[in-house]
């Protein structure tokens, strides 16, 4: 019986699916733009630069904090369930690479 109070414990308070699609949606956006930005002709060398930018920017935030701008954006952060404290590095960004869509 403990048990099972505490497994449910371990999901308390985290954001719903439609936060968390939110999140997903924004960063989503952030990245198609400038994709399409890069594409489409107009400075393509620029959109390209401001492309790399934001990949580092979101690897940087998400090493350091377990958010992209997204996340930041609707107070999501990848955590470890156990601790709920930050996961670490390499663990938030092999989840964070392993959840996003590719676009084959």
């Known amino acids: 019986m403990v048990a099972a109070s505490l497994g449910a414990?371990?999901?308390a308070n985290l954001p719903?699916?439609?936060t968390r699609l939110l999140a997903v949606i924004i960063?989503?956006?952030l990245f198609g733009r400038l994709v399409a930005g890069?594409?489409?002709?107009?400075e393509p060398g620029l959109a390209g630069l401001l492309l790399l930018i934001l990949i580092v920017v979101q690897v940087i935030l998400l090493g350091r904090d377990g958010q992209t701008i997204g996340k930041k954006l609707f107070a999501v952060r990848i955590v470890d369930v156990d601790?709920?404290?930050h996961a670490g590095f390499?663990?938030?960004?092999v989840l964070a690479a392993s959840s996003t869509p590719s676009s084959a």
Do not use: M
């Open 83 to 85: 601790t709920r404290q």
């Open 38 to 42: 890069s594409r489409a002709g107009n």
């Open 16 to 18: 719903g699916r439609l």
């Open 27 to 29: 960063d989503g956006l």
């Open 9 to 11: 414990d371990r999901y």
């Open 90 to 93: 390499f663990k938030t960004v």
